[in-house]
């Protein structure tokens, strides 16, 4: 059953090319924005490479890389076809290369399609990444004297001023951790070994946090230390004065950044994943309405245009088909040649 038949005069037909060719050339910017998109979150997501745990939230970008490449592609050839189309002697030469490329187009645009939902739907996998990796930066914090960890202070302090953010979850994963390095200790002070001995793996915890993470728009001078220790400041509650440091953790902070981030380039990549499906569904209408053209004396004749010959299903079967006797073929080949290896020599 022919799907979406439409009938084709000779100036409909000429309309349709020279619209299908500035809309493929418009695609094709399309294309390179989708790649600049992808470097840019790539670019983004290398930045906080260090409190990442994992490298799995990077397919959104490496994806979209690769359809941006594949759409200049596409879209330059859909630009020649239409140019072609406009001579009925030319658009001949095109007939082989059809198939293959709305095979390699429709996979392509859906693999675009997929970039779309997987930005929306990483957030779990950005959000299981930034806690483990944040988690270790602040463990990490004190080791300046560390090779491959003498940059995470910086970086740690750096991220928790521009993000205004404390602490993973929040400021108290502070004092969970030792994040003054013992060169810095002085071991003589009671206090310092009272801490001590009073930590099982012996290390020197305080209700304190880095100066990173106070607020400088708060009236008050920052309060680093003690910061649950009321007596320890004059005119200060720990339960009802509003700290000045920033309250919210730096994964909550991250993970808003990089989904707004991602939402935004998915809704772009969005409007171009369905100007690229425009681009296919009318170079198709052009090419099956050219196809009846084909030898024909009078080139000006009304033709029918449609989208699939055939219904969906058999449409998809008759692409996959091939596909599926190649492994089919591959496979039973293999299989061929483990039996004879396992069939026993014949005794003579």
Not at 30 to 44: I, M, V, Y
Not at 260 to 272: K, P
């Amino acid at each position: 059953m022919v799907v979406m038949k439409m009938k084709f005069p000779f100036q409909k037909r000429v309309k349709l090319a020279q619209g299908l060719w500035l809309l493929s050339w418009c695609a094709t910017v399309a294309g390179a924005t989708t790649f600049t998109l992808g470097c840019l979150l790539k670019t983004e997501l290398r930045r906080r490479a260090e409190v990442m745990d994992n490298t799995d939230i990077h397919v959104v970008p490496n994806t979209l890389m690769i359809v941006g490449l594949a759409s200049l592609g596409i879209n330059y050839f859909a630009s020649k076809i239409c140019q072609d189309a406009l001579d009925a002697g030319r658009f001949p030469r095109w007939k082989n290369f059809l198939k293959p490329y709305f095979a390699v187009s429709c996979f392509f645009t859906v693999l675009m399609l997929l970039s779309v939902i997987m930005s929306y739907a990483m957030k779990g996998s950005l959000e299981s990444s930034l806690k483990a990796g944040l988690r270790n930066g602040i463990r990490f914090y004190k080791d300046t004297d560390t090779p491959g960890r003498c940059f995470q202070k910086q970086n740690i302090d750096r991220l928790q001023m521009e993000f205004e953010c404390c602490g993973n979850n929040d400021f108290r994963d502070w004092f969970e951790v030792q994040w003054i390095s013992n060169r810095y200790l002085d071991f003589g002070s009671k206090e310092v070994k009272d801490r001590v001995k009073s930590n099982v793996d012996g290390r020197y915890l305080v209700d304190g946090v880095p100066f990173s993470c106070c607020n400088p728009r708060s009236p008050r001078p920052c309060i680093q230390y003690h910061l649950t220790n009321n007596s320890a400041h004059y005119n200060y509650d720990y339960l009802t004065e509003e700290l000045n440091i920033y309250l919210r953790g730096c994964r909550e902070a991250l993970v808003h950044y990089y989904m707004g981030l991602m939402n935004t380039i998915g809704a772009g990549v969005l409007s171009i994943f369905i100007l690229q499906g425009s681009v296919l569904v009318s170079l198709r209408f052009l090419q099956t309405a050219m196809e009846a053209v084909a030898g024909k004396e009078n080139t000006e004749i009304e033709t029918e245009g449609y989208l699939l010959e055939k219904g969906v299903k058999d449409t998809i079967m008759e692409y996959l088909d091939p596909v599926l006797k190649f492994f089919l073929l591959k496979n039973g080949g293999k299989v061929e040649e483990g039996a004879a290896a396992d069939k026993p020599a014949a005794v003579p």
